[in-house]
C-alpha cells in the first residue's frame, strides 16, 4: 500500500540548533509533498510545499527538500526557539492529501 | 479574510447516540475535507468534496458515518450510532481546488468524547 511516514514520534532539540524531521513514502512517487505545523488544541497550518522536481525550497528559517531516489523528505529548522516547539506533519498531495503520524518536535531552553 | 468554522468545539456523548458536526469553508473554496485525528496520529481522511459532489470516501466508515455538502457551501458530518473508538478531533479543511499543490485550511476542530 501507498505509505506515507514519519519515523520521529519525539525530537528533542537545544535552542539555537538545528531540527531536522524526517519524512518518507513507500510504493509510490508523490507530485508534491505538504509540511504543516499543528498546536496542541488546533488545526494543522500550512508552511511548506516542494514539487517532486524541485530539490529544496527555503522560507525564512525553514528548509525543505525532496529526495526522489531516497523517497524521503526532510524538514530543517535552522537556529531553533522555544516558539517553535509544535507537532509538524507531513503529507503526500496528489488528487487528495494524505498526512503521516506527525513529530512531535521540543525546542529546549 | 474569515477561517474555516466549525461547531460546535466539544461533544461528549454516550455511545449508540448520534452526534453531527457542522463546517462553514473559506469562501470561494471548491474543495473541502473531512478528517479524523485520533489522539497522536496525524489526521486520517474521511471524505473529499468537490463543490458538492464527492470526490473519495474510501475510508469513510459508512454503515455509521454520513457526510454532506448542500449547495457546495457548508458540510455536515453525522455519525450514527456513535462507538467508542470513534472519539476523536474531528477536522474540516478546505482548498481553492482539489491539485496537489493547493494548501489546505483547517477549522479548530471538534474534539468528540464518546462514553
Known amino acids: 500500500s501507498q505509505k506515507i511516514e514519519q519515523n520521529s514520534e519525539a525530537l528533542n532539540i537545544q535552542e539555537g540548533k538545528t531540527a531536522t524531521l524526517t519524512c518518507n513514502y513507500t510504493?509510490?512517487?508523490?507530485?508534491?509533498l505538504q509540511w504543516y505545523r499543528q498546536d496542541p488544541g488546533r488545526g494543522p497550518v500550512f508552511l511548506l510545499l516542494?514539487?517532486?522536481?524541485?530539490k529544496e525550497k527555503r522560507k525564512e528559517r525553514l528548509k525543505v527538500t525532496f529526495d526522489t531516489t531516497l523517497k524521503q523528505s526532510l524538514f530543517h529548522i535552522t537556529a531553533s526557539q522555544p516558539a517553535d516547539s509544535a507537532t509538524y506533519l507531513c503529507?503526500?498531495?496528489?488528487?487528495?492529501?494524505?498526512f503521516g503520524k506527525g513529530t512531535r518536535l521540543h525546542i529546549l531552553p | 479574510e474569515a477561517g474555516v468554522a466549525q461547531s460546535p468545539r466539544y461533544k461528549i456523548i454516550e455511545k449508540r447516540q448520534s452526534v453531527a458536526f457542522w463546517c462553514n469553508p473559506i469562501?470561494?473554496?471548491?474543495?473541502l475535507y473531512w478528517y479524523q485525528q485520533i489522539l497522536g496520529q496525524g489526521p486520517k481522511l474521511l471524505i473529499q468534496?468537490?463543490?458538492?459532489?464527492?470526490?473519495?470516501d474510501s475510508q469513510l466508515p459508512k454503515d455509521r458515518f454520513s457526510a454532506e455538502r448542500l449547495k457546495g457551501v457548508d458540510s455536515t458530518l453525522k455519525i450514527q450510532p456513535a462507538k467508542l473508538e470513534d472519539s476523536a478531533v474531528y477536522l474540516c479543511?478546505?482548498?481553492?481546488?482539489?491539485?496537489?499543490?493547493?494548501?489546505?485550511?483547517f477549522g479548530s476542530g471538534t474534539q468528540l468524547s464518546v462514553l
Open positions: 479543511a478546505s482548498s481553492l481546488d482539489r491539485e496537489g499543490y493547493e494548501k489546505l485550511f
Open positions: 510504493n509510490y512517487s508523490p507530485a508534491y
Open positions: 516542494i514539487r517532486e522536481n524541485e
Open positions: 503529507a503526500r498531495a496528489d488528487d487528495k492529501i494524505i
Open positions: 469562501s470561494g473554496h471548491a474543495t
Open positions: 468534496f468537490q463543490n458538492n459532489g464527492v470526490v473519495d
